[in-house]
């Protein structure tokens, strides 16, 4: 044998390794990433649960799994073979669950819920697994369950109308604040915060003695705001 290669080598010394080195086909490890924050969903709409890849290799011939982690591993999504495949799928989640095709092949397996349901809250998990490779990520997803609601809370001497706005089932706690018709904040007269396991409930109050005039009541969390508004009038 050492005979032969020392005659390759004397005959083409620089083609020669090839014939000696097989070619090695690398299949390429990911990682998969989701959010480090919670998600947070506002009951009867649509809400994306972010899972892809990194780097962002396609996953079209991939196995790509949702299921529910706090469910005793339930599946919500599966994705195989090229097609979506829910036989084994929560009942709840029938006809609400989607993954984005032409995302696939960018490394985006993220999950579109539609029309939020409460029981829907929990803890995800994305899993993609290629024919040698996986990993997974969780995604923690909250569901609002009340948006801030503004009541009339009685009057004063002066004319003025005492306003409550009040929203529950937040976290972490959520900023609230009043604004006028222009925009501009206003001051609330007292501040309540109550705490419920892992969920805040809010409430503030407000004097206010324009005659005419619009008066929000904001609720903001991060990059998600809910808002309500009422219309003062002379007429109170």
């Known amino acids: 044998m050492r005979e032969l290669i020392n005659k ?10 090839q014939y000696f080195f097989p ?16 998600v947070f969903a506002v009951a009867g709409e649509d809400v994306i649960l972010p899972c892809s890849v990194k780097p962002n290799i396609s996953v ?5 799994e949702w299921f529910r982690l706090d469910l005793k591993y339930l ?4 994705y ?10 929560i009942q709840s989640y029938r006809g609400r669950t989607e993954l984005i095709q032409p995302e696939l092949q960018r490394g985006n397996a993220s999950l579109k819920l539609s029309t ?3 029981s829907d809250e929990g803890l995800y998990k994305c899993l993609i697994k290629s024919k040698s490779w996986y990993d997974d990520t969780t995604v923690d997803v909250r569901v609002e369950r009340s948006p801030p609601v503004i009541t009339v809370d009685g009057f004063d001497h002066s004319g003025g109308i005492h306003l409550q706005c009040e929203s529950e089932g937040w976290y972490p706690e959520p900023d609230l604040e009043w604004l006028d018709s222009k925009g501009v904040s206003l001051s ?17 109050t407000i004097t206010v003695h324009h005659s005419v005039g619009k008066i929000h009541c904001r609720i903001k969390l ?14 109170y």
């Open 116 to 118: 939020v349901r409460v």
């Open 60 to 64: 079209v011939d991939m196995r790509v």
């Open 8 to 17: 390759l080598w004397e005959r083409n010394p620089i083609s020669w390794p």
């Open 222 to 235: 991060k990059h998600h705001m809910l808002e309500a508004l009422i219309i003062t009038s002379s007429k």
């Open 188 to 204: 609330s007269e007292t501040i309540e915060t109550h705490r419920n396991i892992d969920r805040f409930s809010v409430k503030h």
């Open 80 to 89: 195989e073979d090229f097609e979506n495949s829910n036989m084994e799928q």
């Open 75 to 78: 599946q919500v999504h599966l």
């Open 23 to 38: 070619t090695y086909h690398v299949q390429y490890q990911y990682i998969v990433v989701g959010s480090e924050d919670p």
